[in-house]
Structures are given as C-alpha cells and as structure tokens.
C-alpha cells in the first residue's frame, strides 16, 4: 500500500517563531489532507490541498503531486498550534480510504 | 450546534464483552466514518456509510459492526472485545465525499476504550 511518511516527528518551537512540517507520500494521489489534533485530542481539518497552494491565516500548505510531497508553513507560532499535525492521502479509482502519516508532534513555549 | 457527538467518552471493557459506541450528527450530512488511532499513530479508517441503509469496510474492519438506519446515527459495535481493539475511536461526518467539493470532515471529541 501507499507509504505516508511525515517529518520531523517532533518539533519544539519557541512563540513567534516560523516552521516548516513535510508530507512524503510513495504513490500518486487523488487528495491530500493536513489536520490538526489539539492536546486534548480533537481533530480539526486544516487543508485539503491535493495540488498548489492554499493560505488561512497564519498557516499555509504546498503540495507539489509530481514530487509527491506536501509541506505546512506555521508562520509566527503560538502555543495554541502545539498538537499534533498528521497529513493523509486518498489514491484514486473512487477510493474513499484516507492513509495517515504519523504525524509530527509541535510543542510551542510561550 | 452539536455537531459530531460521541458516547461515551471513556470506557474499559472486559476480553469477550461486546458494547456500542454511539455516534450522532446534527448536520444533515449523508456520509459519515469511524477510525481508530493507536498510539503513536495516525488514523486508520474502520467503517463508512454513505447514506442510510448503506455502509462499507474500511482499512480494518475486522472485530467491528455498523448499521446506519437513520442519516443521524452511525453506532460502532463490538463482539467480542480483544485487547488488540484497545484504542481511541473518533465518528467523522462530512457533507460530501470525502476530499470532494473540499467539504471538511467534522469529528467527535472520541471515545477512549480500554479491554483488559
């Protein structure tokens, strides 16, 4: 099956500070979702972003499918973006099976 | 607005007990999913339906039932607990498919499960 492969797995972060999280993922890919999981484990939907580029914010994702890769740009971090951040992929032919990357743990000190 | 609501929220279970995991959404919306996350890891999709009346597998099925009789009501069942299902379950509903129309999905706050 598709490998989902996230780095860094851990990040710490002081408060303002910029970060840069990636997405690898071994076959082509009909999606791509970044999430958000809070310390006390909800789960929030950031992007879905399969190609280009999309911005909300202080957050930003690039996804280049050619090179199938992803990236999530925290810029001027605050301790409320600690959680951890997974990113998940969709092959086509109507799948409807996400496969999750580990994820990559943010901690950001005040 | 509720939103994604699951029940309950903690739960230990005895090898070989069965119990329901409930899940309601208040959003109208017609597809909805459950996953569990070990630790550790991500997501791994276990069921989904697309509407009532209609469900299928996901990644790992196995050990877990569903029915879905109302567009509102997705419960997750298991048999016969095993240690192996040890998780956190999250119900996910969306208003289209998933990844599609760039509709999120909405999550419940989950329901921590331990078999000993």
């Known amino acids: 099956g598709i490998q989902v492969e996230q780095s860094p797995p851990d990040l710490i972060l002081q408060e303002g500070a910029n970060s840069t999280l990636r997405c690898n993922f071994s076959?082509?890919?009909?999606?791509l979702q970044w999430f958000h999981q809070n310390p006390w484990g909800q789960l929030i939907n950031l992007f879905y972003i399969p190609s280009g580029t999309k911005q909300n914010g202080r957050l930003s994702a690039t996804t280049v499918a050619t090179e199938r890769y992803s990236l999530l740009y925290i810029s001027s971090s605050q301790t409320t973006d600690s959680g951890v951040y997974f990113c998940?992929?969709?092959?086509?032919?109507?799948?409807?099976?996400?496969?999750f990357g580990r994820g990559t743990s943010l901690i950001v000190h005040p | 607005n509720a939103g994604v609501t699951q029940t309950p929220k903690f739960r230990i279970l005895k090898i070989g007990q069965s119990m329901t995991l409930q899940c309601t959404q208040d959003m109208n919306h017609n597809y909805m999913y459950w996953y569990r996350q070990d630790p550790g890891m991500g997501l791994k999709l276990i069921y989904y339906?697309?509407?009532?009346?209609?469900?299928d597998k996901g990644e790992v099925p196995n050990g877990y039932n569903v029915s879905r009789s109302t567009t509102e009501d997705f419960p997750l069942r298991l048999e016969l607990a095993a240690p192996s299902q040890t998780s956190v379950y999250f119900c996910?509903?969306?208003?289209?498919?998933?990844?599609?129309?760039?509709?999120?999905?909405?999550f419940g706050d989950g329901t921590r499960l331990s078999i000993l």
């Open positions: 998940a992929v969709i092959l086509g032919g109507g799948s409807y099976i996400p496969t």
């Open positions: 339906s697309v509407g009532a009346g209609i469900t």
């Open positions: 996910a509903s969306s208003y289209s498919r998933v990844g599609y129309l760039n509709q999120p999905q909405h």
């Open positions: 076959d082509s890919v009909n999606n």
